[in-house]
């Protein structure tokens, strides 16, 4: 077996961890969690060579080793837990070579704590244009490290870089400033107090704010209670600690680092006079949003129809080519039709963290949190707020985890509380397939879609939900919390094809993979439901030819009568007529009641279910939308999706609460079930209502 | 006082002092230090934030804290 070691990628945010990392680990890499939170953990193999792999981590970006943020926090715990299985062997320091001053404030530090430290610099490629030079042996020198220029746009130094984790034993790990010139008199008496410790150490412990949680901290627990010093001195100390930094910074770049300041006025200076301006700024940020959802609705119909079709097609031709019985029926019936409901939503997905990758990768996600932060505030929320906001159409998870960098925890919570408002990918589904129903296939203008507008208008229903419920929040809640707010502004990129590939297909497979593992259990479960019940069920034939033997009937209308009385004295049918009266005043029959009930798991089981039901003792296979079309209220004669059911379904979608894994997620996030629980009763109640008073209305 | 809420787009000053435990920390280390150079790059409506170039870091901040660093213009 090949030796592995653990390569540990340490940077400022925006630096160019994760393309580093893309491009050192391919497709071989997983994103998991750390473990009790919520923070994206991405890890993968690197083979170097000689029978020696590479175990690498991206950590999160971080400014320094004073974590500010739960995501900060867990490179700090990293690199001080010499027991973690993950504690790096090497640290690669990635730095921006357009902002290496800065950069190399977390690598002082980092070299500080002992861990042999290599200091790639990345966007090598820009350097001409820029024109800035590196002398990269004198800077080996002063750092007293190996120095690698790297681009991993133009894949080039990765080879050296690879070489230099070979040789990652030679490298020196003496610290670059030594701490006790910071408060000589202090660090003494911890040296005193402590004298097998490493000093440096034992200061990170001590100034870490230990909001975060509880933290293993394992032999240094007991150091954390040694407090000498009051909170705001510690604080200046800090501060003589970052100036300590810079003042030997400054002297190393001054040696090692030419920058001609001839071309100031760049690209850069250009684009942001637009981009944040105050009136053109958000034209811009509106008008992008519009072409995303006019895209997402537009584009993705050919694929989709597609893939409709052919699920439709594959039943169909299981049902023919297997043996008939049990087996058969549930495939064809319970799971094909169910994962047909998912992998049709596939296209639409993928599109959206395209475009969120995009903004993100492109460097303006920071100019809107710059725009938006002064209106955000109004509502008790935060410029920050916007991303999680924005991302939050994608997925509420990783949203509500992207509220890790706000520092105020009232609008941290504000913003953890909302976000499930913003229409996420899972209720596409349900949005896209009632809209394609009631809303008629129309221009507007000769260029809009109607039925693109109107998910335009639920898309901004979502956004308008969260931010009323954020004023309200801000209102009735009493939490003090100090409020302070700093954000890069990053260099605008082009985004690097091969990050935003591997972020879509990442993002959707654990989507698709997540979904379909739900849709499918409750696809079983639903059919052997549907396909079994007490009593009547099993005497169905019989009792209908009697009921109706008076009325001629030909074979087949007989047939369907029979299918329609077994669905109803089927199990599920039973529990679904339970239902019923809570759900009949908003327009709906029990069957969509059940839809309704096993999204409360996840909203993308709606069409799933609606296909099960539907499709269970039908002979010819449908396709979901037409079979929804076809589908009759039995009291008024009227399609059962008409104009006022389906508003009031698209309501109760925009503001119901139907996520066990949000709900998880926020109660981990905010670590208490109170705040979850609020949500799931609030959320379904406002929906309840604005449902009922939206069909009750339009009916 | 002149603080950095003061300075108009375009405008330079250099940073002079600030109550060390009204700013957070992650300014400091994002080069926001005594004697470091600052300037305004772009205001949101109302002033609020700023967009600023400190030492050679693009950030932005809220006025409130904007208002905490006393400068010197240049
Ligand atoms: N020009 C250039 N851009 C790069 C390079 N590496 C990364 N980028 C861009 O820098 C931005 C931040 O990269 P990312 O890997 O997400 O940084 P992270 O936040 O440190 O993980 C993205 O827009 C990348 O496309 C490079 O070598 N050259
Ligand atoms: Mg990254």
Redesign the pocket.
Same mark, same amino acid.
């Not at chain 1, 725009?371 to 991302?391: A, E, Y």
């Given at each position: 077996m090949a030796r592995q070691i653990n390569v540990a990628?340490i940077? /400022?945010? /925006?630096?160019?961890?994760?393309?580093?990392? /893309?491009r050192l680990t391919g497709l071989n890499q997983q994103v998991g969690n750390y473990p009790g939170i919520t923070v994206e953990k991405k890890q993968g193999v690197c083979k170097l060579d000689r029978g020696l792999k590479a175990h690498i981590i991206?950590l999160p970006?971080t400014y320094s080793l004073n974590a500010s943020s739960l995501d900060e926090n867990v490179v700090i715990e990293l690199l001080l837990n010499k027991n973690d299985k993950d504690f790096p062997d090497v640290a690669i320091v990635?730095a921006?070579v357009e902002n290496l001053k800065r950069n190399l404030l977390l690598f002082t530090q980092i070299k500080d704590l002992g861990i042999p430290a290599i200091l790639a610099i /990345? &966007?090598?490629?820009?350097m001409k244009r820029k024109a800035i030079s590196v002398d990269i042996a004198a800077l080996e020198e002063r750092l007293e490290t190996k120095v690698v220029l790297?681009?991993?746009?133009?894949n080039?130094g990765f080879d050296t870089l690879k070489e230099l984790v070979i040789n990652h034993t030679t490298l020196s790990t003496k610290p670059c400033v030594n701490a006790s010139v910071i408060a000589p008199e202090y660090f003494g008496r911890l040296k005193k107090a402590f004298p097998n410790q490493d000093l440096y150490k034992l200061w990170l412990v001590i100034t870490q704010d230990v909001n975060f949680g509880k933290l293993e901290r394992g032999e240094l627990n007991t150091i954390a209670t040694f407090q000498t010093e009051s909170k705001s001195n510690l604080k200046r100390l800090q501060q003589k600690e970052t100036i300590a930094r810079y003042q030997f910074i400054n002297g190393v770049l001054k040696e090692t680092l030419t920058i001609d300041t001839a071309n100031a006025k760049d690209f850069r200076s250009r684009l942001d006079r637009i981009l944040t301006h105050k009136v053109w700024g958000y034209a811009i940020f509106f008008g992008i949003l519009m072409l995303i959802f006019q895209v997402i609705f537009d584009w993705s119909s050919y694929p989709m129809d597609f893939i409709d079709s052919s699920f439709a097609s594959l039943s169909e031709w299981v049902k023919n080519t297997l043996p008939p019985g049990d087996f058969t029926n549930l495939l064809a019936e319970g799971i094909i039709s169910g994962l047909g409901g998912i992998i049709i939503f596939i296209p639409q997905i993928a599109f959206l963290f395209l475009f969120i990758a995009i903004l993100?990768?492109?460097?303006y996600m920071s100019r809107v949190v710059f725009l938006m932060d002064r209106i955000m505030r109004r509502f008790g929320l935060s410029g920050k707020s916007v991303v999680p906001l924005v991302s939050g159409t994608a997925c509420a998870i990783p949203a509500i985890m992207a509220t890790r960098n706000i520092e105020s925890w009232k609008e941290r919570l504000i913003t953890i509380l909302v976000t499930p408002f913003t229409t996420c990918s899972a209720r596409l589904p349900v949005y896209l397939i009632i809209i394609a129903l009631v809303i008629p296939e129309q221009r507007v203008l000769g260029i809009f879609s109607l039925q693109g507008l109107t998910l335009m208008f639920l898309y901004l229903l979502g956004f308008g939900a969260a931010i009323f419920s954020a004023w309200l929040l801000n209102k009735f809640l009493n939490i003090r919390s100090k409020t302070f707010f700093v954000v890069e502004m990053?260099?605008y990129?082009?985004? &690097?094809f091969k990050?935003v590939a591997i972020t879509v297909i990442e993002k959707t497979k654990s989507f698709v993979l997540g979904a379909g593992k739900i849709i499918l259990a409750i696809s079983i479960i639903l059919w052997v439901l549907a396909s079994y019940g007490p009593g009547d069920f099993n005497n169905a034939s019989a009792i209908v030819m009697q009921e109706e033997s008076s009325n001629s009937l030909s074979e087949e209308e007989l047939e369907t009568k029979i299918a329609a009385f077994k669905l109803e004295k089927s199990y599920i049918g039973i529990m679904g007529k339970a239902i019923e009266p809570a759900v009949q005043p908003l327009g709906y029959d029990w069957k969509i009641g059940i839809a309704i009930v096993s999204s409360f798991a996840a909203r993308e089981v709606f069409v799933g279910t609606l296909a099960t039901i539907y499709s269970v003792g039908s002979e010819e296979e449908e396709t979901i939308k037409n079979r929804m079309a076809a589908e009759v209220n039995p009291v008024l004669g009227t399609p059962r999706f008409n104009f006022a059911s389906g508003v009031s379904l698209l309501l109760f979608y925009a503001f119901a609460m139907q996520c066990m894994s949000t709900l998880a997620v926020v109660k981990r996030e905010t670590n208490s079930w109170k705040w979850p629980m609020w949500q799931l009763i609030a959320m379904s109640a406002i929906a309840y209502v604005v449902a009922l008073g939206a069909y009750q209305f339009l009916k | 006082m002149l603080t950095i809420a003061h300075l108009k787009r375009g405008q330079r000053a250099i940073i002079k002092s600030f109550e060390v435990e009204n700013v957070p920390l992650k300014l400091l280390e994002m080069g926001c230090l005594p004697g470091n150079e600052v300037m305004v790059v772009q205001q949101a409506p109302f002033r609020d934030p700023l967009y600023l170039n400190i030492n050679g870091s693009h950030l932005a901040i809220r006025k409130e804290t904007a208002a905490l660093i006393e400068i010197e213009l240049l």
């Amino acid at each position: 077996m090949a030796r592995q070691i653990n390569v540990a990628l340490i940077g /400022n945010p /925006n630096t160019g961890k994760t393309s580093v990392f /893309n491009r050192l680990t391919g497709l071989n890499q997983q994103v998991g969690n750390y473990p009790g939170i919520t923070v994206e953990k991405k890890q993968g193999v690197c083979k170097l060579d000689r029978g020696l792999k590479a175990h690498i981590i991206d950590l999160p970006g971080t400014y320094s080793l004073n974590a500010s943020s739960l995501d900060e926090n867990v490179v700090i715990e990293l690199l001080l837990n010499k027991n973690d299985k993950d504690f790096p062997d090497v640290a690669i320091v990635v730095a921006d070579v357009e902002n290496l001053k800065r950069n190399l404030l977390l690598f002082t530090q980092i070299k500080d704590l002992g861990i042999p430290a290599i200091l790639a610099i /990345n &966007m090598a490629d820009r350097m001409k244009r820029k024109a800035i030079s590196v002398d990269i042996a004198a800077l080996e020198e002063r750092l007293e490290t190996k120095v690698v220029l790297v681009s991993s746009r133009k894949n080039e130094g990765f080879d050296t870089l690879k070489e230099l984790v070979i040789n990652h034993t030679t490298l020196s790990t003496k610290p670059c400033v030594n701490a006790s010139v910071i408060a000589p008199e202090y660090f003494g008496r911890l040296k005193k107090a402590f004298p097998n410790q490493d000093l440096y150490k034992l200061w990170l412990v001590i100034t870490q704010d230990v909001n975060f949680g509880k933290l293993e901290r394992g032999e240094l627990n007991t150091i954390a209670t040694f407090q000498t010093e009051s909170k705001s001195n510690l604080k200046r100390l800090q501060q003589k600690e970052t100036i300590a930094r810079y003042q030997f910074i400054n002297g190393v770049l001054k040696e090692t680092l030419t920058i001609d300041t001839a071309n100031a006025k760049d690209f850069r200076s250009r684009l942001d006079r637009i981009l944040t301006h105050k009136v053109w700024g958000y034209a811009i940020f509106f008008g992008i949003l519009m072409l995303i959802f006019q895209v997402i609705f537009d584009w993705s119909s050919y694929p989709m129809d597609f893939i409709d079709s052919s699920f439709a097609s594959l039943s169909e031709w299981v049902k023919n080519t297997l043996p008939p019985g049990d087996f058969t029926n549930l495939l064809a019936e319970g799971i094909i039709s169910g994962l047909g409901g998912i992998i049709i939503f596939i296209p639409q997905i993928a599109f959206l963290f395209l475009f969120i990758a995009i903004l993100e990768e492109s460097g303006y996600m920071s100019r809107v949190v710059f725009l938006m932060d002064r209106i955000m505030r109004r509502f008790g929320l935060s410029g920050k707020s916007v991303v999680p906001l924005v991302s939050g159409t994608a997925c509420a998870i990783p949203a509500i985890m992207a509220t890790r960098n706000i520092e105020s925890w009232k609008e941290r919570l504000i913003t953890i509380l909302v976000t499930p408002f913003t229409t996420c990918s899972a209720r596409l589904p349900v949005y896209l397939i009632i809209i394609a129903l009631v809303i008629p296939e129309q221009r507007v203008l000769g260029i809009f879609s109607l039925q693109g507008l109107t998910l335009m208008f639920l898309y901004l229903l979502g956004f308008g939900a969260a931010i009323f419920s954020a004023w309200l929040l801000n209102k009735f809640l009493n939490i003090r919390s100090k409020t302070f707010f700093v954000v890069e502004m990053p260099n605008y990129k082009v985004p &690097m094809f091969k990050n935003v590939a591997i972020t879509v297909i990442e993002k959707t497979k654990s989507f698709v993979l997540g979904a379909g593992k739900i849709i499918l259990a409750i696809s079983i479960i639903l059919w052997v439901l549907a396909s079994y019940g007490p009593g009547d069920f099993n005497n169905a034939s019989a009792i209908v030819m009697q009921e109706e033997s008076s009325n001629s009937l030909s074979e087949e209308e007989l047939e369907t009568k029979i299918a329609a009385f077994k669905l109803e004295k089927s199990y599920i049918g039973i529990m679904g007529k339970a239902i019923e009266p809570a759900v009949q005043p908003l327009g709906y029959d029990w069957k969509i009641g059940i839809a309704i009930v096993s999204s409360f798991a996840a909203r993308e089981v709606f069409v799933g279910t609606l296909a099960t039901i539907y499709s269970v003792g039908s002979e010819e296979e449908e396709t979901i939308k037409n079979r929804m079309a076809a589908e009759v209220n039995p009291v008024l004669g009227t399609p059962r999706f008409n104009f006022a059911s389906g508003v009031s379904l698209l309501l109760f979608y925009a503001f119901a609460m139907q996520c066990m894994s949000t709900l998880a997620v926020v109660k981990r996030e905010t670590n208490s079930w109170k705040w979850p629980m609020w949500q799931l009763i609030a959320m379904s109640a406002i929906a309840y209502v604005v449902a009922l008073g939206a069909y009750q209305f339009l009916k | 006082m002149l603080t950095i809420a003061h300075l108009k787009r375009g405008q330079r000053a250099i940073i002079k002092s600030f109550e060390v435990e009204n700013v957070p920390l992650k300014l400091l280390e994002m080069g926001c230090l005594p004697g470091n150079e600052v300037m305004v790059v772009q205001q949101a409506p109302f002033r609020d934030p700023l967009y600023l170039n400190i030492n050679g870091s693009h950030l932005a901040i809220r006025k409130e804290t904007a208002a905490l660093i006393e400068i010197e213009l240049l």
